[in-house]
């Protein structure tokens, strides 16, 4: 019993030593985290979500989208996040401040979501559908350093009411691939969020906020509930365009 006593302290010690610097230790520290005021602007910084964005972390959450879908862009050294365009620069401890829930994933079936709301993401996006009235905006998208640089002037080249537009339009488009996402891409692994939705029937002139989808029967038409609605303000949120001293490249 004797011989047991000095080996049972020993994995107890190992035991508590871990816990406090892998745990209790960073528990502290990240709890001491504040805003970071911009110098130049006197924005403080990460803002904070307002309305029904955070109503929507509890949608996304309770949807199940953080089994899929990852919220942290990884530095060029640890992958390719900055290459495929998820970000401008790396995902830091800050950027989660605010958040009721770390939602960093826990695997990537689907792309990373870090900046899905974006002036860089919502562009590049609408730019791959080929939409008309992206036609004369020329945008390169090779590195990752170009990205950084061009990020902030991305929102610059459209005014209040242009960009108005392309906010609607993407937001019609993330409606639409939570509806019938294979209605969208054949191949998408992501399952529908019909029950986000209400089926009802067309009355006259069809409503402005329905879907787009040949994916509802005969004289029907989808239109996003509250709890979608929730989601996509949240989503449309999700933006860590800021620039944050820890997270220079």
């Known amino acids: ?16 030593f871990g816990w406090l610097g892998v ?10 985290q ?4 911009d110098p130049d602007t006197d924005l403080s910084l990460p803002p904070a979500p307002t309305g029904e964005a955070i109503a929507g972390e509890d949608v996304y959450l309770a949807q199940g989208c953080v089994y899929c879908h990852s919220q942290q862009v ?16 790396r995902s830091v401890a800050r950027d989660y401040m605010f958040k009721s829930s770390a939602t960093l994933g826990y695997m990537r079936l689907g792309p ?7 002036a860089q993401r919502i562009i590049k996006k609408m730019k791959l559908y080929e939409l008309e009235r992206f036609a004369d905006k020329d945008w390169k998208w090779e590195t990752a350093e170009e990205r950084i640089k061009n990020s902030a002037a991305l929102r610059e080249e459209y005014s209040d009411q242009e960009w108005k537009i392309v906010e609607n339009e993407y937001e019609k488009y ?3 691939r939570l509806y019938a996402p294979r209605g969208l891409h054949e191949w998408s692994l992501m399952p529908s969020y019909k029950s986000l939705f209400k089926e009802i029937p067309v009355v006259g002139m069809p ?24 989601l996509i303000a949240y989503l449309m949120s999700l933006d860590q365009g800021y620039a944050l001293p820890e997270a220079s490249p």
Do not use: C, Y
């Open 174 to 176: 993330l409606l639409q």
């Open 23 to 32: 745990i209790l230790i960073p528990f502290f520290q990240f709890g001491q």
């Open 207 to 230: 409503s402005v906020h329905a879907v787009e989808t040949d994916q509802v029967k005969a004289g029907f038409q989808a239109v996003p509930g509250p709890e979608a609605e929730a």
């Open 34 to 37: 504040e805003v970071f005021i």
């Open 1 to 16: 019993m004797q011989r047991m006593t000095p080996l049972f302290f020993g994995i107890l010690g190992l035991t508590i």
């Open 74 to 89: 990884r530095d060029l050294h640890q992958g390719s996040d900055l290459l495929r365009g998820w970000g401008g620069r």
């Open 112 to 118: 990373d979501l870090s900046n899905i709301g974006s």
